[in-house]
């Protein structure tokens, strides 16, 4: 490592920008030889323990063991009460040292720092900066997520938008999306055009997928593609003829998911409105008497917490199979929304019953991270609405924002490549767009306000009708059915 770099370059600079006690010690520093900066630091009047501490670790830098140091200073950071500032000079401190010899060390330690910051403070606009600054200039997390794109994606396809279901928090219900289905020819193409290989297949969009009566076939055709090993799609469960999903199994589907909010009538009457609980409890029943593999996901929001721990109990009764809990998003019903405390008890109650479950196997999927900054399916999925166009992700089933990209039509590998899609990226990596607002999916968005629904996300300006993206189609704004 360069300590000189350290010392008197980007550090000095960057942490005069940010840290007027720090300007203070450096002047110190400045003014003397590095041996009196033990004198410096001990001038200053009125800084906290953990400040003072992290500056003295600042300037042990230049002369001691350098990890050790970087690790005390971290581990005062995090002192009592934490200080998110103090974690942030950190971080970009370590950025400002990072040479290629202490790459990876340096680079994680910086990492944990700016996470640390936003986890004391997720609003702390400067918190936000540091870490959209680490993903796109040190961790070039465009290049990344492109190449990522490439490397075996995960693709969700919409196969329907029909429903017999109102769920309270669903976009279907709350945007009151057409029903079409998606036909058997835009499925081949789409898949045709797809990859060589992706890492999966989910088979759900919008819609309850069994509606669409050539599911099986279109399962059969992915598979038949060789183009991944693992196709899934979600259901309500509420099937009266099971034989659907097991022709879905006979053709290759790998494992099926079902939602669950609630086994309470009532409850889930709150949640999904339409629900037949001793439906699906029948379709548990069998998928575990048959050996099909199955998981259920479980949204866990206002209308169902307090009911969760019981529902989980009866699961448990059910038979042995995977239970995903996850947190519900704002997708325009607000009232659904969970405080801290009751994310904190949803997660609790998870925790307990999988200490207490005999058969259930259970996870609990928090997005409330730093870690889920690239995360965004957005940026490495690829999501295909009814129509066979390509939407940014399974939360917006909104083909406008890419401007009615038809993968029916155009070669993923295309897309992937074009002008469009690096564009694309690189404004997401650099701001989260209006229309992930409210998102938990990403640890950006949930500083916003409103829902993605709400978006004012507009197309941006550097794809306009000049855009050299030739396959870029437009058609009209509604919806085409397909079928
Ligand atoms: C849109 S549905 C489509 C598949 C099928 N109709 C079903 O309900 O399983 C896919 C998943 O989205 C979940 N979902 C719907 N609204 C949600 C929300 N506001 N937050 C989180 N998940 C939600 C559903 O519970 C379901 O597990
Ligand atoms: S969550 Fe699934 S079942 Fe409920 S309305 Fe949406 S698509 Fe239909
Ligand atoms: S953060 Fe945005 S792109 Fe990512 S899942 Fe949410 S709405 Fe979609």
Known sequence: MDLNQMKYGGLLLRMQAADSDAERVLQAIRAGSLDDVGQALSTLEGLGSARMAYLRGLSSLATGDIMSALNGMITYCAGDPPDPQAFHNLGLALEAGYDQSQAKNLLDMAFTCHNAAWKKDPAWPLANDALRDFHRDRLNATDRLLKKMAEQPRV????????????????????????????????????????????????????????????????????????????????????????????????????????????????????????????????????????????????????????????????????????????????????????????????????????????????????????????CSSVSDITVDVGGYLTPCCHVYDRSIHGYLSLADHDFEEIRESDYMKKFVAQYVDQAPDFCGGCLANCRSTQRNGYPGQRSFKVPVWFNASSPVHFVERHNASRDATD
């Open 156 to 375: 969700v396809l919409e196969p329907t938008t029909y429903c017999h279901l109102k769920c309270q928090g669903c976009t279907r219900t709350i945007e009151d999306t057409p029903s079409m289905h998606m036909s058997l020819d835009v499925f081949r193409r789409v898949i045709d055009h797809l990859p060589a290989r992706v890492s999966d297949i989910v088979m759900h969009g919008l819609g309850e997928p069994t509606l669409n009566k050539q599911l099986p076939e279109m399962i059969r055709y992915a598979r038949d593609s060789g183009k991944t090993d693992v196709i899934s799609f979600s259901t309500t469960g509420m099937t009266k003829d099971f034989s659907v999903y097991e022709r879905c199994f006979d053709s290759g589907l790998s494992y099926l998911r079902m939602s669950v909010d609630s086994l309470d009538p009532d409850i889930a009457e709150i949640c999904r409105k339409g629900s037949n609980v001793e439906q699906m409890e029948t379709t548990i029943r069998k998928m575990v008497a048959r050996g099909l593999s199955l998981e259920i996901v479980m949204v866990v929001s206002s209308f169902n917490l307090d009911d969760m721990e019981k529902t989980l109990a009866r699961l448990d009764e059910l038979g042995k199979f995977k239970v995903r809990g996850m947190l519900y998003l704002d997708k325009g019903v607000s009232a659904g929304n969970l405080d801290e405390a009751g994310i904190q008890r949803a997660n609790q109650v998870f925790q307990d019953m999988k200490a207490k479950a005999r058969q259930i196997d259970l996870t609990w999927l928090n997005h409330h991270s730093p870690s889920t900054y690239e995360l």
